[in-house]
C-alpha cells in the first residue's frame, strides 16, 4: 500500500524565519511525481512546487524549494524568508502512476507577526 | 494559466433536492477532472474521477447513483448531489488535469464549493 505521512499537525514561525514542512512516504514505484500544495484560509488549494521523482536536482519556487531523498522516501518543503501569507495548511501529495493523488494529512503553518 | 473555476461557491438546500455543481477549466482542457469531499481539519478525500466523454471511476464507498458525474467536454465536469441529505454536507471540490506537458501530471485544483443541506 502507498502511505504518506505528515508528522507535524502545527507549526509556528516568526515572519521572516525559515521553516521546514517534513513529509515522508511510502511505495514500490520508481517513478511518481510528487507535489506540495497550499490551502489558506480561503480554502482554495494552490500548487506550491512540484518534482518529479526521476530528477535528482531538487525543485525551488522562489521562497520555496524542497529537499527530496529518493531512498529515504523523504520529500520536505523548505519556505525562506516567510511571510504572513504563507498561513495556511499545507499537503504534500505524491501521483505515484494512477493518476489520482495520495495526500498526506497536512500541517497548519501560522506565521506569527 | 491553469485556471480552475467552481460554481456555485456556496449552495444551501433542503433535504431531498438535487444539487448540480460546476467545474470548468478556463484556460487549457482538461483530460481528466477529479471530485474529492473535504470535511473539517481533514485532508481532500478522493470520490471520483471522471474523463471526457466516458463514465466516471468511483472510489470504493462512494455512491455513484448519490454523486452523478458527468464530463461533457474538455473543460467541463458536473457533480449532481442527488435527494441531498443533511450528512451530504460538506466541502467539495474539483480538479483538473491537463493535456499536455507539466500540465499532465498535475491537477489544478478550483475553489471548492460549499454545500449546506438543511
Known amino acids: 500500500a502507498q502511505t504518506v505521512t505528515q508528522s507535524q499537525p502545527e507549526m509556528s514561525v516568526q515572519e521572516a524565519e525559515t521553516v521546514t514542512l517534513s513529509c515522508t512516504y511510502d511505495t514500490s514505484e520508481s517513478n511518481y511525481y510528487l507535489f506540495w500544495y497550499k490551502q489558506p484560509p480561503s480554502r482554495q488549494m494552490i500548487l506550491v512546487i512540484r518534482?518529479?521523482?526521476?530528477?535528482?536536482q531538487n525543485a525551488t519556487e522562489n521562497r520555496f524549494s524542497v529537499n527530496f531523498q529518493k531512498a529515504a522516501k523523504s520529500f520536505s518543503l523548505k519556505i525562506s524568508d516567510s511571510q504572513l501569507g504563507d498561513t495556511a495548511m499545507y499537503f504534500c501529495a505524491f501521483d505515484f502512476g494512477n493518476e489520482k493523488l495520495t495526500f498526506g494529512t497536512g500541517t497548519r503553518l501560522t506565521i506569527i507577526p | 494559466g491553469a485556471v480552475v473555476s467552481q460554481h456555485p461557491s456556496r449552495v444551501i438546500c433542503k433535504s431531498g433536492t438535487s444539487v448540480k455543481i460546476e467545474c470548468r477549466s478556463l484556460d487549457f482542457q482538461a483530460t481528466t477532472m477529479f471530485w474529492y469531499r473535504q470535511f473539517p481539519k481533514q485532508s481532500l478525500m478522493l470520490m471520483a474521477t471522471?474523463?471526457?466523454?466516458?463514465?466516471?471511476?468511483?472510489e470504493q464507498g462512494v455512491e455513484k447513483d448519490k454523486f452523478l458525474i458527468n464530463h461533457a467536454s474538455l473543460t467541463l465536469s458536473t457533480l449532481t448531489v442527488t435527494s441531498a441529505h443533511p450528512e451530504d454536507s460538506s466541502f467539495y471540490i474539483c480538479?483538473?488535469?491537463?493535456?499536455?506537458?507539466?500540465?499532465?501530471?498535475?491537477?489544478?485544483f478550483g475553489p471548492g464549493t460549499r454545500l449546506t443541506v438543511l
Open positions: 480538479s483538473a488535469r491537463g493535456l499536455r506537458g507539466r500540465m499532465l501530471d498535475t491537477q489544478y
Open positions: 518534482q518529479e521523482a526521476y530528477k535528482q
Open positions: 471522471s474523463n471526457e466523454g466516458s463514465k466516471a471511476t468511483y
